[in-house]
């Protein structure tokens, strides 16, 4: 999965008012590790409406999400309310490192960014 990752429909379809401001902003942790590894988890918090969160993800690693305990592949904008937890995960193909940034957008807000997580995740060597 290469370059920015946009179409599509997630959990609970796409959708979110204009100008719609997450505060604060979510902070997620740089993603390191091996096969699978993640993100720490964050509260959506600050809005009063739902709003449509998409990624971009540099690299050849595969990209998901986990919205509220479940876990989804990312297949492009998803809709998150206020009070949903919210983390990244990475796959790393084969046994090959994988390494870039994933670009979280709030499209609810001009498709503002909500965070830049980098990320290095090797493969399985086996």
Do not use: E
């Amino acid at each position: 999965m290469a370059g920015a990752v946009l179409a599509g429909i997630g959990a609970g379809g796409a959708g979110g008012g204009a100008g719609v401001v997450v505060s604060p902003a979510p902070t997620w942790t740089p993603i390191y590790g091996f096969g699978t590894a993640s993100t720490n988890t964050q509260t959506i918090s600050g809005i009063s409406t739902g709003i449509t969160i998409s990624a971009g993800l540099t690299g050849t690693a595969g990209l998901s999400y986990t919205l509220n305990g479940t876990v989804y592949n990312y297949l492009g904008a998803f809709t998150s309310h206020a009070g949903d937890t919210l983390s990244w995960q990475v796959q790393a193909p084969g046994s090959s490192r994988v390494s870039g940034t994933i670009t979280v957008t709030n499209v609810s807000n001009g498709s503002a960014t909500l965070g830049a997580i980098v990320y290095s995740v090797a493969g399985s060597p086996f």
